[in-house]
C-alpha cells in the first residue's frame, strides 16, 4: 500500500475516538498489551516521562520535549490528536514519523491486527513505541489519549509520571465528580515512581496522595513550589518570573506558547527538570530557557493561542471544555488590558466556535461573552455537533450570530464584520482548528 492508502486504511477499519467518539473507547489494555507483546514489547526499552491531565498535558509535553531536545538528548514524542497530518502524533526531535515506517509497520501487523481489532488509537500507540525503540531514542515523552488507568498508554513504566490538572471533561467514560476523574488519571501512578501533581483543588488532592502512597511513588505539588509574577503578554511572547518557594531564588521566562494559562504548565515543566536531573537527564540553565522560548519551532505544535493574522487578529485556540474556555477567556481580558494586540479598550469580540457532541456543551456556552458576535459552525467529522443545532442551544444563552458549514467561510464572514482592531477566536474543537486553511 502506498502512504496515502495506509491512512485511507486505519481510518476506515479501525474505530476512531476523534471520529465516533465513546463507541471506539476499549474499557481495558488487553488489546494494547496484544498488540505490544506481537511486536516484542517495545515500550520496555526505552526511557520515557509518562503526561496525563484535563487541560494543559500537550503544552506540557512539548515544552518538556523541548528542554529534553536542546539540551542534546533524542527525544520521543506521542501526542493525541493530531491537526492536520496524522503523523504529528509521532516525532523524533520535532519530526514526524516517516511515511514509510507507517506503512512498514501497518503492513507489519496487519495480521495481529485484524484478530486483535484495535482500535485506531491503540493501534497508533503501539506504532510509537515500535518507532521510538527502532530508533534507539533517549528518551520519549507519552501523553496519554484521555483518562489514564485505562488508557492505552498505560503500559509503560515511566521515569516520571505528570498530572496537569484536573477537570470536567470525558464525564461519560471517567465520571462526573472531580474526584472520579482524578481517580482515572490518577491510574498512570506508579509503584516506587515520583509524580508531580501541576494543579489541584481541594476535591482532588487527597487523592493523588492516597494513591501515591499505596504505590510508595513519590509525589510533588508544583503549584505549592512555585510562584508566578511580573507577566508580561506581547503577540510572540509571554514573559514572567518564576520564584522557587523553596529556594526564594526567581528566574525570568520567556514563552512562546504565550496563552496565559502557561503560566500554569510552566511550573510542571521546571519541576519536573528537577527531577530529570536527579534521573540522570539533566538540563542546563540556559538549555532550558532557549527551549522555551521557541517550543513551537523545536517541536511543531500549534493552535495554542496562535495569533495567525492580524487587522483584524484572528487567533486559533483548541480550548474544547469549561476550564480550558475558561482560561481563554481570562487570556481575552489580559490582552485587552495589556497588549498592543488591541488598540482600543474594549474591542470587538467575534468568536467562530464549534464543539463536538459528547462535551458539555452548556456548561461552555453558559460562560461566554454576550457582547460577543457569533458565528456556529462545525468540523467535518461524524462527532461534530451540527452547526445549526449549536446555534440553537448559544440562543439559550443569549448567544447571538449565525451559523456556518465550513469554517474558513465563517473565518470570511468575521473578517468582514470585524474592526481592524476587533479580535477573531477560533475554538470549541481540536478538529474544527485543524479545518482553518
Known sequence: MTYQQTINYLYAQLPMYSRIGAAAYKEDLHNTIALCNAIDNPQTKFKSIHIAGTNGK??????????????????????SPHLK?????????????????????????????????????????????????????????????????????????????????????????????????????AGIIKPNVPVIIGEYLPETKNIFIEKATQCHAPIYF??????????????????????????????????????????????????????????GFPIKNEDEKQALKKVKKLTGLYGRWDVISSNPTIILDVAHNEDGIK???????????????????????????????????????????????????????ERALPHKELLQKAKIFELNGESFDDVNEAIKAAKLNAAADGIIIVCGSVFLVAEVA
Open 85 to 185: 497530518d496524522f503523523r504529528e502524533r509521532i516525532k523524533i526531535n520535532g519530526e514526524m514519523i516517516s511515511e514509510d515506517f507507517v506503512v512498514d509497520f501497518v503492513e507489519r501487523t496487519k495480521t495481529v491486527s485484524e484478530e486483535i481489532k484495535p482500535s485506531f488509537f491503540e493501534l497508533t500507540v503501539a506504532m510509537a513505541f515500535d518507532y521510538f525503540e527502532k530508533e534507539k531514542i533517549d528518551i520519549a515523552i507519552i501523553e496519554t489519549g484521555l483518562g489514564g488507568r485505562l488508557d492505552s498508554t498505560n503500559i509503560i513504566t515511566p521515569l516520571l509520571s505528570i498530572i496537569t490538572n484536573i477537570g470536567y471533561d470525558h464525564m461519560d467514560l471517567l465520571g462526573n465528580t472531580l474526584e472520579k476523574i482524578a481517580s482515572e488519571k
Open 327 to 381: 482560561q481563554l477567556l481570562n487570556q481575552l481580558s489580559i490582552v485587552s488590558r495589556e497588549s498592543s494586540v488591541v488598540s482600543r479598550e474594549k474591542a470587538a469580540l467575534h468568536f467562530i466556535i464549534g464543539m463536538v457532541k459528547d462535551k458539555d456543551i452548556s456548561k461552555v456556552l453558559s460562560i461566554l461573552p454576550k457582547n460577543a458576535q457569533y458565528y456556529f459552525c462545525n468540523a467535518h467529522i
Open 58 to 79: 500537550g503544552s506540557t509535553s512539548h515544552m518538556l520535549a523541548a528542554m529534553l531536545q536542546q539540551a542534546g538528548y533524542k527525544t520521543g514524542l506521542y501526542t
Open 222 to 279: 508544583a503549584q505549592d513550589e512555585y510562584a508566578v509574577s511580573n507577566i508580561h503578554y506581547t503577540m510572540q511572547l509571554l514573559s514572567c518570573d518564576i520564584t522557587s518557594t523553596e529556594h526564594n531564588i526567581t528566574e525570568t521566562f520567556e514563552l512562546d506558547l504565550n496563552g496565559f494559562y502557561q503560566t500554569k504548565n510552566i511550573r510542571t515543566v521546571l519541576r519536573a527538570e528537577g527531577i530529570l536531573t536527579q534521573l
